[in-house]
C-alpha cells in the first residue's frame, strides 16, 4: 500500500489550499477510513481530519472545523483536504493515513496501519 501526499506549499493568511492523497495497492474499499494529520516543528502529531470510507461521515479537529474540509473520490482512490482561510498556525507537514477497519478512535494515529511521506503546508503573516 502506497499513499502519495501532494499539494501543499507556502501562501499567505486568508489563502487557500488543497491537498490530495492518492492511495494505491489496495482497493479503496477495503479501507475503513482515511484520515489527515499534521506535525508542526517541536509539537507532537496532530489529527486534522478524517473520512469514513463506506458511509461517507466526516470528523474534523475543531481547530480546523468550518475552515477545513475532508472528501473523498471512489473512482480514483483520492482523498482531498480542502483548507481555507489558512493561518499561520495552520503551518506543518500534512500526513494523510489510511486504515484498515473502522472506529470511533479516528483521530488516534496510532490506529492508522499505512503512511504517506507529508506534504509541508507554510502559511506566511
Known amino acids: 500500500v502506497q499513499l502519495q501526499a501532494s499539494g501543499g506549499g507556502l501562501v499567505q493568511a486568508g489563502d487557500s489550499l488543497r491537498l490530495s492523497c492518492a492511495a494505491s495497492g489496495r482497493t479503496s474499499a477495503r479501507y475503513g477510513a482515511m484520515a489527515w494529520f499534521r506535525q508542526a516543528p517541536g509539537k507532537e502529531r496532530e489529527f486534522v481530519a478524517a473520512?469514513?470510507?463506506?458511509?461517507?461521515?466526516?470528523y474534523h479537529a475543531d481547530s480546523v472545523k468550518g475552515r477545513f474540509s475532508i472528501s473523498r473520490d471512489n473512482a480514483k482512490n483520492t482523498v482531498y483536504l480542502q483548507m481555507n482561510s489558512l493561518k499561520p498556525e495552520d503551518t506543518a507537514v500534512h500526513y494523510c493515513?489510511?486504515?484498515?477497519?473502522?472506529?470511533?478512535?479516528?483521530?488516534?494515529?496510532?490506529?492508522?496501519?499505512?503512511w504517506g511521506q507529508g506534504t509541508q503546508v507554510t502559511v506566511s503573516s
Open positions: 473520512i469514513r470510507w463506506g458511509t461517507g461521515s466526516t
Open positions: 493515513a489510511a486504515r484498515r477497519v473502522y472506529s470511533i478512535r479516528h483521530y488516534a494515529a496510532e490506529d492508522y496501519d499505512y
